[in-house]
Structure formats: structure tokens, C-alpha cells
């Protein structure tokens, strides 16, 4: 994912001094209140906090928004790809969309509230002079992966040898390099992955989370640090590969479990909203890939410690809509829609994301398609509900065949079904699947057909690019 943006609605003030500042009514406003109020107003007005979040209504965001309330910094522990990043990213939109801040201050202070020796001495010589620049809100947010080689110095700060090397004693404190958090003052921190860090490295944290100090190489430079420090593990690496040491933990003000969607439909919105799709996939392909992820979750021959993460069937969705947009090229179709005949691309190359259980070898592949025609006959038993496809089985039974695959075309395949007479089956069908266009058409009615298909209603064979059902 990309770093944190947040489109900007109005112009930096032009306020350009102290003076300035003090003359407008600018009142500052430390960083958790600021976080509360925001809150707190979007609550009021009935504003979504968290857009591009789903699942989490009634269970992580509340819990989340007492913790800011509060002014607790925040571990949020899940599995992989429960959505604990865009998370941490989103609460961007917490914060005031300007803030000024002293210019050229190597750690974002607040004109009012110099905090570092340079600056606090330059606030005295220059008084209401002192240069006065903006910040936008999407720059006081910083963003760190946690790794095994992460360093005291990347996230605390260390002695600046080319600082020292211009004269100035080891004793002086403006010789300090800040680190990340210090960097991060009037703003928040990320951490992801918090357990690989090194254990001596999170007892560096300690007293910058508690006490708001900086000690570094036997300097104490009591900095009285602004920040809201967030971070997220996942509590297989947690009991695992890694750990968060108890004084570390105890600092967090609130540790949030995350989960993945609870409802089939925020499954689908997941996945409609992150994949990057080059064709048009029907509602109805995200279906069978939203429970095709969900069968993933609840089977036993698959490793639950691991998880099986939205990007599997996000990448799912984007695979069948290449697979489409190759079929349609080669084809020469105007338009690219994936049908239920891409899907089996999309298993052939998803394999590699799933953590299988020890007992399973040799059976991955087996066990994927089973898991995933169960999705497609659930998918087919909520949509076509209702529907009599007895004359439509007739047809086949006397002999008549319908041929699809990666090298039919929409309409090849739609001109090649068989006639039904004075029946509106296939409109009945092409009106639940809600489609409308040649391509749409034929991936609701091969659909159908495939439903038949696992129902042991029809036959299918499949080869050489084709499948056929009769």
C-alpha cells in the first residue's frame, strides 16, 4: 500500500510569523485533544471517521474510538490482512487539515512550544519574528516496518558523527540525530509488525512511551514529546517469532483484536474496493471469490494460526479480470468480461498464498477446487432462488451441447445456447444476475450452467481451452 494521503480541501493559511499567529486566536491544542475533538465533531455530525473500513462497526472502531477518547496509544493484534494498516493509515483523517509549525525545525514544533535547544534559542532572539510555516496533516503521520534490523538510531536517534566533526563537544545535545519518533512529535507513529523488533530495541521505547524522554549514548535530553504511538502485530509472530516485552505491552494504553469480515457483504466490499480490476467482473464472480476465502477460513486442512488474508481474494478478483482481458484481445471481443470459466485461473496461481496444514501435502490442489465449487454452488443456490431450469436441463439431456472456455467469445457462447421456445429463462436469469450487456449475459447464464453442473443436474467436460456441458 501507499503512504497515507488526504486530499487537501482548502489552501495553507498565509500566516507567516509568531506574531502573526498569536494575533490570529490561534490556540494550540495538544495532540490527543486535537485527535478527541475531531472525533468527537465527525461523531456529531454523523460523518464516517473510518471511510474504506468494513466489518469493523460494531467491533474494532468502537473499541478504537474509546481508546482515542481516552488518549491511549494503541497495539492492534490480528492476523494478516485484516485490514490493521489502512486502519492505522485512516486515523490521518483524524487530525487538523493545517498546523503551524516553526520553519526549518527538525522536529515539527509548535510555534508557541519550542521544545529542542536551537529552537528555544532561536524563539528568543527572534521573538514574534520567528518564521512560522504549515504543515499538511498527511505529513504528521510516519510509518515504520518493524524488521530484526531495525536500530536504536532509526527509531530513537544516535550522536551525529558529522555534527561532532564541525566542533561541536559530545556533551552538546544539538550533536543528536532524532529518530522517528522524536520526528513524529505533534503527530503519530506506526509501527507495524511490532514484534520483530529486537527486544533491546523495544526497551528503548519504554521511556519515550512513558516517561517522553530521549536517552541516547548516556545523553538525557528531557524533551517533553507529543506523540500518539500505534502499532500493530500479528499474534501468530507474537507467540512465535517474536514477542512485545511486558513493559513495552503495559504502556499501550489499549490493545484491540481485528478480525476479518463477519458478513459475506463487507467480504465482497474488501474486495471490490481494493482490487485494481482491468475488466469488468460481475457481482456475482466477487461472490463466489468473497466465500471461496471465507470456505479457506473455516477448513481444516488449512492453517488458521497463518490466516488467509483479503489479498487472497483480492488478487482472486484482479486474475480473473486479466484473464478476461487476455480472452477478449485474443478474441477480438470490444468488451472484457470475466466468466465463471476464468475462475480456474485464478486457482492455479492463488495456491501459494495458503498455509496448508502438515497433513495435506499433495492434496492442495484438490482440496482448493473442492472449497472453491462449494462457493459456486452456494453463490448460485442465493442468486438464482427460484428459478425452474427444468426445460433448460431437457434441452441438454436430448443431446444439445453449449461449448465455453477461454477461447469463446461472449457471443459465440450466448449463440450457441439452445432455444428454449417461448421461455424467458434466460432473461429470468440475466434479470438476477442484474446483467445487461453481451458479456454480462453470458457470464450469468454460464453460471447457471455451472450450478447445474455441481447440482448433478448436467455434464461437463473440460479440455484443450474448451469446456463443454451436455
Given at each position: 500500500m501507499s503512504s497515507p494521503t488526504s486530499v487537501t480541501s482548502s489552501p495553507a493559511p498565509s500566516i507567516s510569523t509568531l506574531g502573526e499567529l498569536r494575533a490570529s486566536g490561534h490556540v494550540l491544542k495538544p495532540l490527543r485533544t486535537e485527535l478527541r475533538d475531531n472525533l468527537l465533531a465527525a461523531l456529531r455530525e454523523g460523518r464516517d471517521p473510518w471511510p474504506g473500513l468494513h466489518g469493523f462497526d460494531g467491533t474494532v472502531v468502537p473499541q478504537l474510538e474509546r481508546a482515542l477518547i481516552a488518549g491511549h496509544d494503541v497495539v492492534l493484534l490480528g492476523e494478516r490482512g485484516q485490514g490493521k494498516t489502512r486502519l492505522l493509515r485512516t486515523m490521518v483523517g483524524l487530525l487538523d487539515e493545517w498546523t503551524p509549525a516553526v520553519e526549518g525545525s527538525e522536529l515539527g514544533e509548535h510555534p508557541y512550544e519550542p521544545i529542542t535547544p536551537v529552537t528555544l534559542r532561536r524563539a528568543e532572539e527572534l521573538g514574534d519574528d520567528l518564521p512560522v510555516v504549515w504543515v499538511h496533516r498527511s505529513e504528521r503521520y510516519a510509518e515504520k516496518l518493524a524488521t530484526p534490523d531495525t536500530s536504536v538510531a532509526d527509531l530513537i536517534g544516535d550522536v551525529d558523527p558529522m555534527k561532532v566533526a564541525e566542533g561541536r563537544s559530545l556533551g552538546d545535545p544539538e550533536t543528536i540525530h532524532f529518530g522517528l519518533i522524536p520526528r513524529s512529535h505533534r503527530g503519530i507513529v506506526a509501527i507495524n509488525e511490532l514484534p520483530d523488533l529486537a527486544e533491546r530495541i523495544q526497551v528503548a521505547m519504554l521511556n519515550?512511551?512513558?516517561?517522553?524522554?530521549?536517552?541516547?549514548?548516556?545523553?538525557?535530553?528531557?524533551?517533553p514529546l507529543d506523540v500518539l504511538v500505534m502499532a500493530s502485530a500479528n499474534p501468530e509472530d507474537y507467540t512465535n517469532r517474536g514477542r512485545i516485552i511486558t513493559p513495552l505491552k503495559d504502556r499501550f494504553g489499549a490493545e484491540i483484536r481485528t478480525h476479518y469480515p463477519l458478513e459475506l457483504t463487507d467480504e465482497v466490499a474488501v474486495i471490490r474496493q481494493e482490487a485494481e480490476l482491468v475488466a469488468d467482473v460481475p457481482?456475482?464472480?466477487?461472490?463466489?471469490?468473497?466465500?471461496?476465502?471465507?470456505?479457506?477460513?473455516?477448513?481444516?486442512?488449512?492453517?488458521?494460526?497463518?490466516?488467509?488474508?483479503?489479498?487472497?481474494?483480492?488478487?482472486?478478483?484482479?486474475?480473473?479480470?486479466?484473464?478476461?482481458?487476455?480472452?477478449?484481445?485474443?478474441?477480438?471481443?470490444?468488451?472484457?468480461?470475466?466468466?465463471?470459466?476464468?475462475?480456474?485461473?485464478?486457482?492455479?496461481?492463488?495456491?501459494?498464498?495458503?498455509?496448508?496444514?502438515?497433513?495435506?501435502?499433495?492434496?492442495?490442489?484438490?482440496?482448493?477446487?473442492?472449497?472453491?465449487?462449494?462457493?459456486?454452488?452456494?453463490?448460485?443456490?442465493?442468486?438464482?432462488?427460484?428459478?425452474?431450469?427444468?426445460?433448460?436441463?431437457?434441452?441438454?439431456?436430448?443431446?444439445?451441447?453449449?461449448t465455453t472456455g477461454e477461447q469463446v467469445t461472449a457471443i459465440d457462447f450466448l449463440s450457441g445456447l439452445p432455444v428454449l421456445g417461448e421461455s424467458d429463462l434466460y432473461d429470468q436469469v440475466c434479470d438476477a444476475a442484474e446483467a445487461t450487456t453481451d458479456g454480462e449475459r453470458a457470464a450469468a447464464i454460464e453460471l447457471a450452467l455451472e450450478g447445474l453442473y455441481l447440482a448433478r443436474r448436467v455434464s461437463k467436460e473440460s479440455g484443450e481451452g474448451e469446456t463443454v456441458y451436455g
Open positions: 519515550v512511551m512513558e516517561e517522553r524522554d530521549i536517552q541516547i549514548r548516556g545523553y538525557v535530553l528531557r524533551l457481482s456475482h464472480l466477487l461472490e463466489i471469490l468473497a466465500r471461496f476465502t471465507r470456505n479457506l477460513r473455516e477448513s481444516s486442512a488449512v492453517d488458521q494460526r497463518s490466516g488467509v488474508s483479503a489479498r487472497f481474494a483480492i488478487a482472486g478478483a484482479e486474475t480473473i479480470a486479466a484473464a478476461a482481458l487476455h480472452r477478449a484481445t485474443v478474441q477480438g471481443e470490444e468488451h472484457a468480461v470475466a466468466r465463471v470459466v476464468d475462475l480456474e485461473t485464478a486457482v492455479d496461481v492463488l495456491g501459494g498464498k495458503i498455509e496448508f496444514e502438515s497433513g495435506e501435502e499433495g492434496r492442495e490442489a484438490e482440496i482448493l477446487a473442492h472449497l472453491l465449487r462449494s462457493a459456486t454452488h452456494d453463490t448460485v443456490r442465493s442468486l438464482f432462488r427460484g428459478l425452474d431450469f427444468s426445460l433448460l436441463v431437457d434441452r441438454l439431456e436430448s443431446g444439445v451441447m453449449v
